[in-house]
């Protein structure tokens, strides 16, 4: 490497400098190390691309604020009697006398329907008479035992025989009580199915038996409502069949599964049913009412979706903008719950959200919260 003097009109007179002389390959190697570096230092620094007194942009903001928001849900669902059944015999026999007239109102235990029973009377009758000798036996063969005459083995076998007997007639006493048909609650009789003189068996259905003073009534929500379900919701039903009546009950209980396929929950619900105008099977149209919900609500313009994922930019203190997860419950038009994510007085963008990106500075120029 050289070195040359160079006289420069800077330097007073007599002075010189000297400075390297480098060859070409050198030179382009110092120039590429230069360019690097720089490139390196902008990215750490993207401010330096902005032009100089660029100002943050300017957004619209409100807060997040806690109101009411009552639940209000409406599905279909189907009336149900609080207590339902067929009327079956317990046994095969033939239909001797009919108590009941269809649409009548029925007690718990009043008897329905009464079957042939010569069969039974003479099975009891036989098993009350080998009971009676059992015990006869068994009475003496105590007596006995007391003087030594008989051994303990055969007063033994007398008792067990006596027992054996007492369940034989606690059998017979059961078929023919099996005999006699009643109802097993109160309620409304339904249409009846046989006639006088029919071969009656488990299988047959003799009429039907629903207890309509409450009504329950089935239906489905969205499993997006979890939360908000409890029993003691008001529910509000309506009829085709009586379009200017309205049925009023409340939430009774909520299933404890969710519905994989369409992601509903089945709650269900009872209603008092005094003038019989709810009838099982009905088809109602449901609301569920709960006035007393307050909730975290945001205008609905402040959410981002992406994809499966709902975000808001809130501001903090500093004016820096933060892009924050949030999780979504119901909606109502112009606002949307929030359920995670975000707190009261918290402040989100609605207006400006395509100029502002996470962690860059904003102007706010409107809080609508301080607007009159």
């Known amino acids: 490497m050289e070195r040359h003097k160079i006289n420069s009109p800077c330097l007073p007179d007599g002075l010189e400098c000297a400075i390297p002389h480098f060859n070409g390959k050198t030179l382009r190697n110092i120039r590429s190390l230069i360019f690097w570096l720089a490139i390196f230092v902008l990215m750490l620094q993207p401010s330096l691309f902005a032009a100089p007194g660029q100002a943050a942009p300017g957004v619209v903001v409100t807060q997040a604020e806690m109101k009411s928001f009552p639940l209000s849900a409406e599905a279909l669902g189907n009336a149900r009697a609080n207590e339902s059944v067929d009327i079956r015999p317990k046994i095969t026999a033939t239909l001797t006398e009919i108590l009941f007239e269809e649409g009548q109102e029925v007690n718990a235990g009043d008897v329905l329907v009464r079957l042939d029973n010569l069969e039974q009377v003479a ?43 007492e369940a034989m007639v606690s059998v017979a006493q059961k078929r023919l009580a099996d005999t006699i048909v009643r109802a097993p609650f109160a309620g409304r009789i339904g249409l009846r199915r046989v006639s006088l003189g029919s071969l009656l068996g488990p299988d047959t259905i003799i009429t039907t038996l629903d207890d309509t003073h409450v009504i329950k009534v089935d239906f489905d929500l969205p499993e997006i409502y979890l939360s908000r379900l409890e029993p ?132 706010i120029l409107v809080r609508q919260a301080d607007q009159p």
């Open 123 to 165: 099975d009891l009758a036989a098993a009350q008479a080998a009971l009676v000798d059992s015990e006869a036996s068994f009475n003496r063969s105590t007596e006995l035992f007391r003087t030594n005459v008989v051994a303990k083995s055969q007063l033994l076998q007398d008792e067990a025989r006596k027992i054996a007997d």
């Open 232 to 363: 003691g919701l008001q529910v509000l039903a309506h009829s085709a069949a009586y379009p200017d009546q309205e049925f009023s009950g409340s939430v009774s209980s909520v299933d404890t599964r969710v519905d994989p396929v369409s992601r509903t929950v089945r709650v269900r619900s009872v209603m008092q049913n005094i003038d019989g105008h709810l009838r099982p099977g009905m088809f109602l149209t449901v609301e569920l009412l709960n006035d007393s919900i307050e909730a975290l609500v945001v205008p609905e313009r402040a959410l981002i979706p992406e994809r499966s994922m709902q975000y808001v930019y809130v501001v903090g203190d500093n004016q820096l903008v933060e892009k924050r997860t949030v999780q979504i419950g119901r909606r109502r038009p112009g606002e949307v719950e929030i359920l995670e994510g975000l707190s009261a007085g918290e402040s989100v963008i609605v207006d400006g959200t395509q100029k502002a990106r996470d962690g860059q500075p904003v102007s």
